[in-house]
DNA sequence: TGAAATGTTGGGGCG
DNA sequence: ACGCCCCAACATTTC
């Protein structure tokens, strides 16, 4: 009987455009599917609960995917080394196949865990499939990694294009005899009691056949508006591919050789295009930051900010966490993100904006909010975009740049229809208050039902005052450099 | 992938 | 008719 393959699979739960599963499929040999839950790669970033709900029910569809190909998915839970070091020699594999990962702890793991196979004469292969270039492999004149967008992306193109997708194995040959699984439902990913996800199937379905279905819709019906309406929370132009990317449900070369190709057939999508591929770009970017400055999640990347006085105040923590700040489109977006585990970029920004600079608590208190509420949480573009917000990371926001939420809700929601949705207490509101209902005549109040402190909080902090004692604080830490 | 402060211009009201 | 002032509207600078 011939020895199997084993294919491990992490953040890339596709059949599609999977090298790894790909190259194991081709050797002929049976195929051991493999997803190792392992909870203490990281003591900090373990997989949050939003990420937790979607992680359920994608491994449920990969699982159901593989079994239309006559395989199955081995789940099981523990320390990736061990788990997959012991699984090999029970399973008498010949090889471990994994896509590359790229967190703090992703390149000890895959040498330690190489060091182990082979000292065993098991073969590990790693693939690339998570980005559409290696981190290493982009690189400034004198070889240094790039600490700019723009250049790093010119040069990121530079070579051509990214390889093509390759498509899902037609088969599995399955091995002669299945080593154990957990029951997926023991882990218990999805939240109990409360069940806060239980109307999250009207958002969201997992799964690679919806990722591809979203894709296509995205590309058919919003890139031609997504120029200028991906700034727009009241309109639906975004491509809300990001928890597919996380999780690995389509590859950055299938999204990106997609999306040529629907340009070429219809040339008004040029500049959607233009700007979705920007994008993706600082996806990639932000990957290229965390592989070489592994500290990006937890340390701010100019030193400098170390000693930036940021308050301590959970009372307004706790206020942007639940989208009661008194300000529309902040409390909108953190509602939107509480209820469905997702929140439009534009109003991330302001949000994010408003932790730092109006309330001056640390960036990494948004950071760590985010990763444990967000169904796309990604520890590179998390930890980088908190970063660019907050200034202090590679090619940032200049200091100076304080994002006003009033008028920022007045330009990109100017209709109130994305603040309507999610604080519907405001819903009765004229236009011209749904930003600013603080400043409403008390007879405009009254006729919408509003009561400010009862039924919606005052804003929290003054956002002029806020403002100035931020820029303060920013330029003093200017001045000691 | 800002916003506020400051500067400049030009049309219109008015003596 | 003319100059003066006011002040939007727009442009530039500064944080």
Redesign the pocket.
Known sequence: MPRPIIVWFRSDLRLRDNRALLRAVATGAPIIPVYVLDDEQSDHWRTGSASRWWLHHSLAALAGDLQKLGSRLILRRGNALTVLAKLAIDCKATAVHASRAYQPWAGQLETGLKQRLEADGVDFRRFSGSLLFEPEAVRTKDGRPFKV?SPFWRAAMEPGDPPRPEPAPRALAAPARWPASDDLNAWRLCPEKPDWAAGWPQHWLPGEAHAQERLKEFLRSSLTVYATDR?RPDRLATSRLSPRLAFGELSPATIWHEAHAASRSKPELAAGLSKFC??IG?REFSYHLLWHFPSLPDAPFRPEFEKFPWRKAPVALRAWQRGQTGYPIVDAGMRELWQTGYMH??VR?IAASFLIKDLMLPWQQGEAWFWDTLVDADLASNAASWQWVAGCGADA??Y?????PT??GE?FDPNGVYVRRWVPELARLPDAFIHRPATAPSQVLAEAGVELDHTYPRPIVD??EA?EHA?LAF?GLKAVV
């Open positions: 967008y700034d920007k994008e600082w970029n534009r920004m926001a200049p100076f740049r304080v994002f006003n008028l920022q330009k956002h002029a403002r820029l330029k």
